[in-house]
């Protein structure tokens, strides 16, 4: 069993930059497309998709971090990373990594991804 463990958060003040990274233990996550999610603090809406990566290698980024995050997959490490850079106050959240194990819904769909990790929280002050 795949077990997903995210690092890299903190607190940054606005304009800074953070990198992400999650690492897969237990067995490697393969071809499978990996995803990064946010969940913003006091809210009970649905996880914020916003970043994915297939493989071979195809991003997709939700509108509002286009230009400012990329998503990256290191295979050999079995570690995908999120690197963000402008960071606004409001992408503060807690950050999830997940894998994708099924098709249905789409990429940005929190349902298609099976496997998550426990998150972790970037704070960006103005």
């Known amino acids: 069993q795949v077990q997903l463990v995210e690092s890299g958060g903190g607190l940054v003040q606005a304009g800074g930059s953070l990198r992400l990274s999650c690492a897969a233990s237990g067995r490697t996550f393969g071809t499978y497309a990996m995803g990064w999610f946010r969940q913003a603090p006091g809210t009970a809406k649905e996880r914020e998709f916003v970043?994915?990566?297939?493989?071979?290698?195809?991003?997709y980024y939700t509108d509002s971090v286009k230009g400012r995050f990329t998503i990256s997959r290191d295979n050999a490490k079995n570690t995908v990373y999120l690197q963000m850079n402008s960071l606004k106050p409001e992408d503060t959240a807690v950050y999830y990594c997940?894998?994708?194990?099924?098709?249905?819904?789409?990429?940005?769909?929190?349902?298609?991804?099976?496997?998550w990790g426990q998150g972790t929280q970037v704070t960006v002050s103005s």
């Open positions: 997940a894998r994708r194990g099924a098709v249905r819904f789409g990429v940005t769909s929190p349902v298609d991804y099976d496997i």
């Open positions: 970043a994915s990566i297939s493989w071979p290698p195809t991003t």
